[in-house]
């Protein structure tokens, strides 16, 4: 499938052709209803002959949590065609599906999106209003001139705090201290003032406070270090408020063979890992070795950075970092391994810096002369790779609140927040090998040993071994040990009578091989268990064992003289 930015009609239209080309191998269901009447879709693949996809490990992917970020969707639906169509072609994806699921909401915030998509509107997610019940006086951005385009003003100003730069003209830099004698300029989003209130005569920038009317964010709504709006915007009322993340949180809960996730973001060229509350020494050293190992490795296949969201987004001025976000919650709450992959650098593509690859905290000490020096390359870029549609040069207009204006700037949507559409394929195939990989690291359990030892007349003990073949243990992290109540089981059955040992028998959870940073023996990797039965010789019994993160594996054998 050609990867593009693809309507809510025409991503439902796509899943369904998919779903009639390969029925042995996808499912679509319905993951819940959003506050306009849309539905969710979640997709399944694996290949489902020898075991349910609820009976296998199983990776998660979600995107376009926030409503612009198309290329996250875009990225979902091309790696759902690409395990389709590569399936009995490509090892990687071959194993992937044979032996474990995969399961990708390819769209949560489908209103926003569609909003995004169809009208001028920056929203974060939910297009309802919020924060407020009914929008109040103040400054909101919107197409003031009708080109289809929200982009920036500049008005002309004696107090004003950005002058043009003087090698790039549509570049604004901000006015040095002392600086006079030139011609200077507010800049702001292109917009209207809404007017509530009853006064005289006042100046319009009176009433310009900034608003937004759509302010949700779903990435803020999880049950994690949740934080209300005066100390986290766009967190919402109350945890999973939003009927789509409810949806969403219940379906996840009710599928407890998932054993990593990924949520996909745009933008800055980054797979962020746990943790978000401090530097790495607050994790486990076993789990931060596994979230470490993933990260680099997501990194060497994709060409983007890594790190924790501590070390890309702290600027130390936070007293929470980011409450109430979904990888947060699955790591935190849930024990799984899970990353946030924020898709399309387009920083890194001009050669201009960017947070990806420094953090946040060395961003914000740029100086005003790297920070023109970096928008220059951007525009510069943006003349080069999307001629015609990436620049818009500042144009005066008659503003209806603030009279002569000049309205221009990047092209918010397909530059900066998404890459132009002739690149999105590139930014799509980068990030599916992860994907894959992500997926192949969930724990896999194998029987590696099972023997049956006649111990007197119809009498026989029954050995087996089981062993994790997977990079993550069984619990998916060290974490999810103690934040689980599922442990490993070994079940016999057939027709017999068990004289020693129990069915179902359970225990401690396994290692992966991500585990092993040291020469060790693989003990903690397996684990034995012993039946002694009655049974008529050379009857069949079988040997199962099961977590719900590392699947269901069976084994046969005969009672043997």
């Known amino acids: 499938m050609k990867a593009r930015y693809l309507g809510f009609e025409d991503m439902w239209r796509e899943l369904r052709a998919l779903l009639r080309q390969y029925p042995s191998l996808m499912r679509v269901e319905v ?19 020898r075991f349910s996809a609820e009976e296998k490990s199983a990776v998660l992917v979600d995107a376009n949590i926030h409503a612009g970020e198309l290329t996250g969707s875009s990225a979902a639906m091309y790696w759902i065609a690409q395990c389709l169509e590569a399936y009995g072609t490509d090892p990687e994806v071959t194993a992937l599906l044979d032996d474990h699921t995969v399961y990708v909401v390819p769209r949560l915030a489908v209103d926003g999106a569609e909003a995004y998509l169809t009208t001028p509107a920056w929203l974060r997610s939910s297009p309802h209003t919020y924060p407020y019940s009914e929008s109040p006086e103040g400054f909101y951005p919107d197409d003031v001139n009708g080109d289809g385009v929200i982009l920036h003003m500049r008005i002309q100003a004696e107090d004003g705090a950005f002058v043009p730069d003087e090698i790039d003209p549509r570049v604004m830099r901000h006015r040095r201290p002392g600086e006079i004698g030139g011609i200077y300029y507010h800049v702001f989003p292109e917009g209207r003032i809404r007017r509530k209130s009853r006064s005289g005569n006042l100046p319009p920038f009176a009433r310009a406070y900034n608003r937004a009317q759509s302010g949700m964010d779903f990435n803020r709504n999880f049950p994690i270090r949740w934080a209300n709006e005066s100390v986290q915007e766009g967190a919402g009322p109350f945890p999973l408020s939003e009927p789509e993340l409810r949806s969403f949180a219940q379906w996840i809960i009710a599928h407890p063979n998932i054993a990593s996730y990924a949520a996909l973001h745009t933008s800055g060229g980054v797979i962020l890992r746990q943790p978000s509350t401090g ?10 070795h596994l979230f470490t190992r993933v990260a680099e490795m997501g ?12 070390d890309k987004f702290a600027t130390g001025r936070e007293d929470v970092l980011m409450p109430g976000a979904a990888d947060d919650w699955m790591y935190d709450h849930l024990g799984i391994l899970g990353f946030t992959v924020e898709l399309w650098d387009l920083a890194h593509r001009a050669g201009a810096r960017g947070y990806g690859e420094l953090g946040m905290r060395r961003m914000i000490h740029r100086t005003p002369e790297e920070r023109v020096e970096d928008e220059r390359k951007i525009y510069a870029w943006a003349d080069r790779e999307a001629a015609g549609i990436g620049v818009f040069p500042w144009a005066p207009f008659h503003h209806p609140d603030f009279g002569p204006v000049e309205i221009g700037g990047l092209h918010p949507k397909y530059v900066i927040q998404n890459p132009p559409l002739h690149l999105l394929e590139e930014e799509c195939a980068r990030i599916a090998p992860f994907l894959t990989r992500l997926g192949l690291a969930a724990p896999k359990l194998f029987i590696s040993y099972l023997h049956v030892t006649k111990e007197a007349d119809h009498v026989y003990r029954i050995a087996a071994e089981v062993a994790n073949g997977g990079f993550l243990p069984t619990s998916s992290t060290e974490k999810g040990k103690s934040l689980t109540l599922d442990r490993l089981t070994a079940t016999l059955s057939g027709n017999i009578e068990i004289l ?17 940073d040291t020469w060790a023996t693989p003990i903690r990797q397996r684990t034995t268990v012993e039946w002694v039965v009655r049974g008529i010789p050379h009857e069949e019994i079988t040997v199962s064992f099961y977590a719900p993160r590392a699947g269901r594996v069976s084994q046969s054998i005969r009672l043997s003289e």
Request: charge should be negative; proline fraction near 3%.
């Open 279 to 288: 530097d790495d020494a607050v994790l486990s050293p076993f789990d931060r």
């Open 500 to 516: 020693g040992g129990n069915s179902l028998q359970a225990m401690d959870h396994l290692d992966g091989y991500g585990g092993r």
């Open 31 to 49: 993951l819940g209803t959003s506050r306009e009447g849309r539905e969710i879709p979640v997709v399944t693949l694996t290949q489902s002959e």
């Open 299 to 310: 990194a060497e296949v994709s060409g983007y950075f890594a790190g924790s969201n501590f």
